[in-house]
Structures are given as C-alpha cells and as structure tokens.
C-alpha cells in the first residue's frame, strides 16, 4: 500500500491536474503511482450504497518545513449502512519525495462512537517514532495533547495509508508471489504481507481492465479490513489504479469501486 523508477518532478503540480485516459494501450517503461491524483470511490454494502471514499495525492509543505507528498483518505457513510454504523475519517499521510518514506500520519477517526485524534511522526535520525494521541473535538492549532509516547523504526517505514501506494508501487506483480511492506500503525511496527493472488479483467463503471488482484494483511480496525479478508484490484497499467477495494465484515462485505479520476499530466 517502494519501488519507483525515479523522482517525480514536485514544482507546479497543482495546477497540472486533468482528466487521465486509461488505456491498455497506454503503458510505459517506468510506473507513474505518485503523481498527483484524486479517485472517488462509491460504496456498497451487499446491494446497498453505502457511503463514498476519496484518495488523493498532492504536493505539500510536510514536517520542518520540507516538500511532501500529501495522500489523502477520506470516508464517509450513508444511506442504510450509514444507519447502521456511521462512519466520518480522515487520514493524512506525507511521504518524502526521493525516499518514498514516510515522515508523518494524522488521523482523525469518527466510528460510531469511537473518536480518535492522533499525529505520529517519523525521526528517522533518531530512529523512533513521535506518537500524540489529542483530545476528541479539538481541531487545528487549537488541538489539545492528551498523551505522548515514542516506539522505535527502521530505516524506512510506511503508515497505513501510504502503504498502499508502497504496494501499488511494488514491481513486478506476478500471481502467486507476495511481499512485505513496513508498516507502523496503532503503535506497532510489523511487516505488513501482501499476496498477490491472480490476474484478472475485471469491468467497472469506467471501463474494462486487467488487474492484479492482491490481499494485504494490514493489522488495523477502521472502515476497511477490520475483519475478514481485504483485496484489492490495481490495474495492470504505469498508474496502477486501484479499481476496487473490498473487504468482508461481520455481516455481509464492503466493496469500493472507482467512479471517478482525474491525474496530472505524466511526467516525461
């Protein structure tokens, strides 16, 4: 959820955002996950609409001051799965351009009743990471730390949300194999494995593709994978789309499915 052929040109991504074509016919030699993008996704529960998802990745100012890769991950339930269990998150990640690591990670959950506020940082330097839970209902520069803590890392880690462009990033994809991804999430740090199972075309709303489709193992609640098992069908293509996210729960499953997209231009 890090391999990349090179550096992504950071200066005068965002005002470079337009409507990407997919195309099997468009590939190309190097992968192309970490241009700046946004992709909505609707959810369903069973047959029910069930809420929408955004993932978007922009470029912005990270800790110290430093350019960052900005991904972020929003949720929102409705209709009657909405009923059942509301759910309004959003996850920050920032990632360091050349290295591809992450260096920091907001949450801010609302599940039901669970509401959690929290901020970790990645000192590399100093090996460990800074974690701050915050107390509920304070926002921005008005927030309120309730606790902090350290846990030490690795050399390079990733969140639970950049994870995921770790592993569409991974290459190859072939079926049957599986890796590993760093992960630090809810004070661990583990070795998040993912399998790939199998190669498929798949149809969606937007056209029809052949996908990789993959399994990660990730140790976390939340909106998706709080059990049962979680896939995922990247595109078999330089973006690497995730078309559709999916996931068993106690009752029934959850599925995302991409709806709409836009990227910048490809970098040359």
Do not use: H
């Given at each position: 959820m890090v391999e990349v052929a090179s550096a992504i040109a950071i200066a005068g991504f965002s005002c470079l955002t337009a409507v990407f074509v997919l195309s099997a016919q468009d590939r190309a030699n190097t992968l192309?996950?970490?241009?700046?993008?946004?992709?909505?996704?609707?959810?369903?529960?069973?047959?029910?609409?069930?809420?929408?998802?955004?993932?978007?990745?922009?470029?912005?100012?990270?800790?110290?001051?430093?350019?960052?890769?900005?991904?972020?991950?929003?949720?929102k339930s409705s209709g009657l799965a909405g009923r059942f269990f509301k759910v309004d998150d959003r996850i920050d990640s920032y990632v360091d351009p050349l290295t591809r690591c992450s260096v920091a990670v907001e949450k801010r959950l609302r599940e039901g009743k669970t509401v959690q506020d929290s901020r970790v940082e990645f000192d590399y330097g100093a090996g460990k990471a800074l974690i701050t839970n915050f107390a509920a209902g304070t926002a921005g520069s008005g927030r309120v730390p309730v606790d902090r803590s350290e846990r030490p890392i690795g050399d390079c880690v990733q969140d639970i949300l950049s994870a995921l462009y770790a592993i569409r990033s991974h290459d190859p994809l072939p079926a049957g194999s599986s890796?590993?991804?760093?992960?630090?999430?809810?004070?661990?740090?583990?070795?998040?494995?993912?399998?790939?199972?199998?190669?498929?075309?798949?149809?969606?709303?937007?056209?029809?593709?052949?996908?990789?489709?993959?399994?990660?193992?990730?140790?976390?609640?939340?909106?998706?994978?709080?059990?049962?098992?979680?896939r995922i069908w990247i595109e078999d293509g330089p973006a690497r789309l995730p078309l559709i996210i999916k996931t068993d729960l106690a009752v029934g499953s959850l599925k995302a499915e991409l709806r709409e997209m836009t990227r910048a231009p490809r970098s040359r």
């Open positions: 192309d996950v970490y241009s700046p993008e946004k992709l909505r996704y609707e959810m369903t529960w069973w047959v029910f609409g069930a809420g929408e998802i955004t993932l978007s990745l922009n470029v912005a100012v990270g800790p110290a001051d430093s350019r960052a890769f900005q991904m972020t991950y929003l949720v890796f590993k991804v760093w992960t630090f999430d809810r004070g661990d740090l583990y070795e998040m494995a993912v399998s790939v199972l199998k190669r498929e075309t798949v149809t969606i709303g937007l056209g029809r593709f052949s996908a990789f489709v993959v399994e990660p193992q990730p140790r976390f609640g939340g909106s998706f994978g709080k059990s049962g098992k979680l």
